[in-house]
């Protein structure tokens, strides 16, 4: 491999390392409203961490597009196979993938489909929560209303 390669892909990486850093020390929303959001949720909180890695992993190629804003065709199988392996590294569903150039178009479909997901839960907690403002609420009357038919007896 070329030295001209080894750097264009050492930037790649390192431009992603730091825009995750700055997400988590920055306390980007995308990381840490779904960790409140879901916290009591560990099944939906992994598919939060999963979409936003793969949004992480997908923008990748942006930044191999900016490094480098016409590749040749070896140039862009180059920056396929290094974000392909950057893809099984640190997305669970990549592991045992074989997936050439249509990689980004399988993790944007899968960022889609995990985001209605979410969207989905997020609608579940909602009406969760609705019903426990309205059990709440009725509890909270008819504890009113006992009371006042208590001390209606006690005054009789």
Known sequence: MDRD???VAEAILRRGRER???????????IYAPAFAHQDFPQTMKLCIEHYMGRWVAKHWATAFELVPDPTPEQRAFFDRLIQELARARLPWMEDQDVPSTLRDLINVHSAQLEAILEIANRSSENAKAL???LA????????????????RDKA
């Open 5 to 7: 390669k080894l750097l």
């Open 20 to 30: 995750l850093v700055e997400d988590f020390l920055g306390e980007h929303p995308d």
């Open 132 to 134: 426990q403002y309205a």
């Open 137 to 152: 609420k009725e509890d909270a009357l008819y504890q009113r209303l006992l009371k006042s038919e208590l001390a209606k």
